[in-house]
């Protein structure tokens, strides 16, 4: 709440038949706040 307040960030859940790496368990994309 630090950084968003009252507005929560979007998220999506997509199923996909495949990752974008052969062999890869499990794919992460995330976005952090890093304070000046």
């Known amino acids: 709440q630090e950084v968003f ?3 929560r960030p979007a ?3 997509v ?3 495949r ?3 052969e ?3 499990v794919e992460v ?3 952090a ?3 000046s």
Do not use: N, R
């Open 5 to 7: 307040g009252d507005t």
């Open 11 to 13: 998220s999506t859940l």
């Open 15 to 17: 199923e996909i038949s």
């Open 19 to 21: 990752l974008a790496v």
């Open 23 to 25: 062999g890869a368990k």
């Open 29 to 31: 994309e995330c976005v």
């Open 33 to 35: 706040v890093v304070p």
